[in-house]
């Protein structure tokens, strides 16, 4: 099954696309969404929807996990973030993939098994997973593929 992970955000959108399988999981792209900041935010949501757009169509995800928004210690980005977010959920919609929500303590959870385990920590798991020892350098890009990760070990 090929799954999109998805870590929302206005400057910066991550994905993860991996197919995972009962033996394993393969990633087979991953990078991010980035949004000039001086542009209006409405030209920032059109561009992660076009992005977007094009992500899907060239590698055609059988499902998403996209981040759930669960707290924010800047209420300043939590109104442009969850924009982005409901764009990337109509990105979804419009080409009929099922998207499943997980907050940020739902995947560390299922990854390391700790509710509350540091970056560090999640990006090890993801390492293992993947078998590899190279992660992209973006956090938000390695969050999305956590993300995808923790799907997929609540489908298979």
Do not use: W
């Amino acid at each position: 099954m090929k799954i999109l992970g998805i870590d929302p955000g206005m400057a910066i959108v991550g994905y993860g696309i991996i197919e995972a399988e009962d033996d394993g999981i393969e990633l087979i792209t991953s990078g991010s969404i980035q949004t000039d900041k001086k542009l209006s935010d409405s030209k920032r949501l059109l561009e992660i929807y076009n992005d977007l757009t094009t992500v899907v169509n060239k590698y055609k995800p059988d499902c998403a996990s996209v981040e759930e928004l669960f707290f924010f210690k800047n209420q300043k980005t939590v109104i442009p973030v969850a924009e982005a977010r409901g764009v990337i959920l109509t990105v979804l919609e419009k080409f009929n993939i099922p998207a499943y929500s997980y907050t940020p303590m739902e995947v560390k959870q299922v990854l390391t098994g700790y509710g509350r385990a540091e970056k560090k920590e999640v990006e090890q798991m993801v390492r293992i997973a993947l078998k590899t020892d190279k992660l992209p350098k973006l956090d938000d890009t390695v969050d999305a593929i956590a993300i995808a990760i923790c799907h997929s070990r609540n489908i298979i």
